[in-house]
């Protein structure tokens, strides 16, 4: 199918990012200040430091508004103040919590915000004429789905089995699930163009300070942790690609629906066999002692091929690799960046920011 034409209007539309000052949302702006928008409202959680955003490339420039709003999602008035400004333009809507960890309280926690949050956000833009909403979603609203026929490679119509992932106490994708499910009811209900975007685990450069969930899953594995992300996982994709994608989605007239956004479906295991490949300094879950403090680490390997990468059998049972799964996103004209690139940038980012420990990991 043949790239679906854009409306480059859209770049004199004041927009508006919530979670701007997070891994996918400083993406986003970088990605908007790159293609020429100059008018963007930066939703942030109060308290929260919203410095680096003035770091990215022509976020000083004379040209450029960037204004900044401290938001608690679940302050409707305060959602009002940040979209306010948006009126025939549009609101990217990425901010919702998550974590690695296991909330002690997960309605509190995650399922109040991801779901309330969206609510207010998708009202604040309906009622100050907002023109479409990118709600960034995820892979966790499609999978795990137990349901689903075999032998049939996902697409975007999976939806998360909530009384699966309650019963096991997966409480993100439950609340993702909810919170899109919310969303596609509001718009319907008044008349609100909303697209979805699904990323599946994030990579590549780290914009912000801090570690991000997703680049924590690749900094785990190359620690040796042995999870095999059994409900948390598709593929992976470049957080260049996902930006990119977000505005296609917003440019494109006849976009709709929801749109998973993933270089590729194939199970974690064979993720992990290609981080153990390209970075074979690291111990990604091997049967042998980690490797030796000495320079010879090739011949180490090669007098020593169990060292490799280990998940046997299947990471996610029944997952059927495809690799053009992002197939509505390719229509479009998306180009997806390599999984091989994903991982070199993301493991520099990593490195720099001092998140893989010393300089020699094998030291």
Not at 167 to 181: D, G
Request: hydrophobic content about 40%; proline content about 7%.
């Amino acid at each position: 199918m043949a790239d679906q034409p854009r409306n480059t209007t859209t770049i004199q539309q004041p927009v508006c990012v919530t979670g701007a000052n997070g891994f996918i949302g400083l993406w986003i702006v970088k990605t908007l200040l790159e293609h020429g928008y100059t008018t963007i409202h930066l939703s942030i959680f109060p308290g929260s430091d919203p410095s680096h955003l003035f770091s990215l490339p022509g976020a000083t420039s004379p040209a450029v508004s960037l204004i900044v709003h401290h938001v608690d999602l679940l302050d409707a008035a305060a959602v009002d103040k940040a979209v306010e400004g948006c009126a025939g333009g549009g609101v990217f809507h990425v901010a919702s919590p998550c974590t690695l960890e296991d909330p002690i309280d997960p309605q509190t926690e995650l399922v109040d915000p991801a779901v309330k949050g969206t609510l207010n956000v998708l009202a604040a833009a309906k009622k100050f004429g907002v023109r479409r909403v990118v709600l960034t979603s995820s892979i966790s609203a499609m999978v795990p789905n137990p349901g689903w026929p075999s032998g049939r490679v996902v697409d975007e119509t999976s939806w998360t089995d909530l009384d699966y992932c309650q019963l096991r106490k997966k409480w993100y994708p439950v609340s993702k699930t909810l919170a899109e499910k919310a969303a596609r009811d509001f718009a319907k209900k008044n008349d609100l163009d909303v697209v979805a975007i699904n990323p599946a685990t994030c990579l590549g450069q780290l914009l912000q300070p801090g570690l991000n969930a997703s680049c924590a899953v690749l900094q785990q594995l190359l620690q040796g942790a042995k999870d095999t992300q059994e409900y948390h996982w598709l593929g992976a994709v470049h957080i260049k690609d996902v930006a990119e994608a977000q505005l296609l989605l917003f440019e494109t007239p006849t976009a709709s629906g929801r749109y998973l956004c993933t270089n590729g479906i194939y199970q974690f295991g064979d993720f992990a066999e290609k981080v153990s490949k390209l970075f074979p300094e690291f111990p990604v879950h091997r049967d042998k002692s980690p490797f030796p403090r000495s320079a010879h680490l090739w011949w180490f390997l090669y007098a020593n091929p169990n060292s490799t990468c280990r998940f046997t059998g299947e990471t996610q049972p029944g997952l059927v690799a495809c690799k053009d799964a992002a197939k509505r996103l390719i229509d479009l004209g998306l180009n997806f960046t390599p999984v091989e690139d994903a991982l070199r940038d993301t493991v520099l980012s990593l490195k720099a920011k001092g998140f893989l420990g010393q300089d020699n990991p094998s030291s």
